[in-house]
């Protein structure tokens, strides 16, 4: 069984991996034209392992920006994590404690997706499917962007290409993974909003933690499905 789900969680894995492909390339490639060497890049992305804050702390490290200024505005993208590791608890109450590191180090975001999918199946969530499902992304990603690096020269300008796409496709693909869940048009259009409002007034990245807020705080706010029902009344009857 154990190496059965691991197979299966390399499967499910692998297509992600071929999906993120071109984006760990382009970090890759946008890491050395800001000025970070071949092992710069590669310890980032071994250690951050998140695609969105790795290319925000690209481009801060390229514009001389502050320490504190750069570590703090990762933690604001990367701040949806704490939010998947809340959502994920209840799956992984019987892990071990080494398990639940390696869990939440390889906690991305269609990692999430897909194991909320998988409990919410009923199908089992075991540490050995998740593992495999992690590491076949893991991998190719630290080793992609190191191919990114070593050939970005031959990549060019990358909005030329249209590759500056990816990041929003990519993301939007997971968004609509869970249209149909109840409440899902309105929590997602008050995200998107209040995300577009904070990056006009305060700028990016913090649009991102103020857009997730914005959504978390209406799902707290609407009734859960069913939540409202009446009970049914015992009325007397008449004779």
Known sequence: MSRADFVEGLRGGFTVAVASAPFAALFGALAVDNGMSLSELMLMSATVYAGASQMVGIELFGNNVQAWLIVASILAVNFRHVLYSAAIARYVRHFTPLQKFFT???????????????????????????????????????????????????????????????????????????????????????????????????????????????????????????????????EPHEV
């Open 104 to 234: 939440f180090f390889l906690l991305v975001d269609p990692q999430f997706a897909e194991m909320v999918k998988r409990g919410e199946e009923g199908k089992p969530v075991t540490f050995i499917w998740y593992f495999g499902f992690g590491i076949i992304i893991y991998v190719p990603w630290v080793l992609v962007s190191l191919l990114g690096g070593l050939l970005g020269g031959f990549i060019g300008d990358p909005k030329a290409l249209g590759l500056d796409i990816l990041l929003p496709a990519y993301f939007l693909g997971i968004v609509l993974g869970f249209r149909n869940r109840s409440n899902f048009l309105p929590v997602a259009l008050v995200s998107a909003v209040a995300s577009a409002i904070a990056y006009h007034y305060v700028g990016s990245p913090w649009h991102v933690s103020l857009g997730a807020a914005a959504g978390i705080t209406l799902a707290a706010l609407l009734p859960l499905p069913g939540a409202l029902k009446p009970e049914p009344e015992n």
